[in-house]
Nanobody, 123 residues
Framework: QVQLVESGGGLVQAGGSLRLSCAASGRTFGKFVMGWFRQAPGKEHEFVAAINWSGSSTYYADSVKGRFTISRDNAKNTVYLQMNSLKPEDTAVYYC????????????????WGKGTLVTVSS
């Protein structure tokens, strides 16, 4: 069993930056694909980014490509999402996810979800 706990959300002005962290429990963290999803008010969950077990491959939604960077530190059981040039449309609850596979649509069959952290971008 893996538990995921996100942190780092908050209120930021458009154009600003935030870094989200996801701390994972469990000794098998290093074997999992990890990723981030988000859910804006009234909308469905949306894939944001994913990273393979070693960190050598990363994947992004077109809407965040060039602005967000996903990374991981397996020694610390932590995944990060650096978010730059934030826009009001990035406002959402951001969820850390683990397990699953990367597909052309993003990420599927995730086994683990965190409870989310709220990011609010003001215009």
């Amino acid at each position: 069993q893996v538990q995921l706990v996100e942190s780092g959300g908050g209120l930021v002005q458009a154009g600003g930056s935030l870094r989200l962290s996801c701390a994972a429990s469990g000794r098998t963290f290093g074997k999992f694909v990890m990723g981030w999803f988000r859910q804006a008010p009234g909308k469905e969950h949306e894939f944001v980014a994913a990273i393979n077990w070693s960190g050598s491959s990363t994947y992004y939604a077109d809407s965040v490509k060039g602005r967000f960077t996903i990374s991981r530190d397996n020694a610390k059981n932590t995944v990060y999402l650096q978010m730059n040039s934030l826009k009001p449309e990035d406002t959402a609850v951001y969820y850390c996810v683990g397990g699953g596979i990367v597909t052309p649509l993003g990420m599927e069959r995730m086994e683990y979800w965190g409870k989310g952290t709220l990011v609010t971008v003001s215009s």
